[in-house]
């Protein structure tokens, strides 16, 4: 018997959110597989550097600078991608952005804009790549959940983002139903804690970060290879069988 391999050799894949943090994480993940890579987001000084990077290590990488509430940014990543290498074989949904305050005094507009870009913007951006895919016969895609996606936070300012990030969950399980048909697997990615720019000020507070990593089994914060091992999972035949499935990376913490 053989057993599927992780590569993903001459296929190419939109990432967004991939100007930092775990963007950036998966966006290297993919090109060191061998998939060529658009890289989105808003900040294109910092996409410049990441697909300097993933150029130099032997990559393929191209920058795509944009906001993904703009309702067109599907299918212009999508063209992109297709434009610069041809195909489009999968997309990792990765944007996102956290609320902020007490949820009595959370104000409705920021609870929209949590949700217009952790929830609409993905299915905005998985359906535009989704139609390329069943055109081209199959492809894959991974949505960015979160362990609060599943969890209650442990602090204040997050009622929206728990909320957008439960629905991804529940987008994951809608979209693999639809679009199995066409061979295209639908997961998504729900890490625990790894340190980024975006979860900085949540553990800022003394004694925050110490009280986080005791509710951690493994007893440490994530790294970037064990986010790069999910992703090449994943994106790859080795989880060609796998689909509407939310996989935790979180050393345990969703064990509670």
């Known amino acids: ?6 590569r993903l050799d ?6 967004t959110g991939a100007s930092a943090g775990l963007g950036v994480i998966i966006a290297r993940t993919l090109a060191a597989l061998g998939c060529g890579v658009v890289v989105a987001a808003r900040r294109r000084e910092l996409l ?9 290590d032997g990559g393929r990488a191209v920058a795509a600078a944009c906001d993904v509430r703009d309702p067109d940014h599907g299918e212009l990543l999508a063209e992109r ?11 990792v949904a990765n944007a996102g952005i956290a609320g902020g305050g007490p949820a009595e005094f959370e104000q409705a507009a920021v609870f929209a804009d949590v949700m217009a870009v952790n929830v609409t913007a993905v ?8 139609r390329r895919m069943i055109s081209g016969g ?15 936070g442990t602090g204040p300012g997050v009622a929206a983002y ?3 990030k439960g629905a991804v969950e529940q987008l994951t399980r809608e979209l693999a139903r639809q679009w199995a048909p066409h061979g295209i697997r639908v997961n998504a990615l729900s890490p625990g804690y790894f340190p980024t720019e975006m ?13 986080l990593l005791s509710r951690i089994p493994l007893g440490r914060a994530g790294e970037p290879e064990d986010l790069a091992g999910a992703v090449a999972f994943l994106a790859s035949d080795a989880a060609r069988y796998v689909t509407g499935h939310i996989l935790a990376v979180d050393g345990g913490m969703s064990v509670w």
């Open 138 to 152: 199959g492809g894959w895609v991974i949505l960015q959940s979160s362990i609060l996606g599943r969890r209650a």
């Open 199 to 211: 979860n900085a000020p949540m553990v800022a507070a003394p004694g925050r970060l110490e009280a």
């Open 48 to 56: 410049d550097t990441v697909a300097a990077q993933i150029d130099a």
């Open 1 to 6: 018997m053989s057993v599927p391999g992780l």
């Open 81 to 91: 991608c297709v434009a610069a290498f041809g195909r489009l074989d999968g997309v």
């Open 162 to 164: 728990t909320a957008s």
């Open 10 to 15: 001459g296929q190419a894949a939109v990432v």
């Open 123 to 130: 299915s905005v951006l998985a359906a535009a790549c989704a």
